[in-house]
């Protein structure tokens, strides 16, 4: 059973490349987050420069107010998911060697695959020293989100924050509203 603090050898240890067709499917319908340093060698297997991988093959998603980056998704028009830019139905990952970290741990086939996607999301998108992600984690917890032991809030954050984080005192709202809603670039 996998706990907030276990180590990432000890995670990877449950992993293992897998072509089967409920760990692929996955990759028609979206892609997994890079971890700190992996863009980094993406770019270098695909000698390019990092700015270039960003701008031609990755894309930023964000959960519990932090965000990462992830490769692209190729939607059909309308539709929110869509097949990993570097998916290919016949070859598989054609990254798989640099593939992003969520991606490697992600296990469809296995009973313990939706532990090992929580324990990614709360190790690399969770930040207990960022209020708002505080926040944004409790309310998934309160509406049926997947915790491991060691992630409950009590063991997350004292007395004194939780109620700061129940108040939304000294919350800092680091949203750019006008760019969220296009509104930066309308001339007055």
């Known amino acids: 059973m996998l706990i907030l603090k276990t180590e990432l050898d000890k995670v990877l240890k449950l992993t293992h490349p897998c072509r089967c067709r409920k760990c692929e499917n996955s990759c028609n319908y979206g892609s997994g987050a890079f971890a700190d340093g992996e863009v980094k060698k993406l770019a270098e297997s695909m000698n390019m420069n990092e700015e270039e991988l960003k701008k031609e093959y990755l894309e930023e998603i964000q959960r519990f107010n932090t965000k990462r980056l992830r490769p692209k998704l190729l939607r059909e028009e309308g539709k929110p998911y869509g097949k990993c830019v570097f998916y290919d139905k016949n070859l598989g990952c054609k990254i798989h060697e ?25 190790n690399y998108f969770l930040n207990a020293k960022d209020l708002e992600s505080l926040r944004q984690f409790k309310e998934y917890v309160e509406s049926g989100g997947k915790v491991l032991p060691g992630a409950e809030m009590t063991n997350l954050i004292d007395e004194k924050t939780m109620k700061k984080l129940e108040s939304y005192e000294d919350l800092k709202d680091n949203t750019d509203w006008e760019e969220v809603l296009g509104l930066k670039d309308i001339k007055k």
């Open 98 to 122: 640099v593939k992003p970290l969520e991606c490697k741990i992600a296990m469809g086939c296995k009973s313990y695959g939706e532990e090992l996607i929580t324990w990614f999301d709360l």
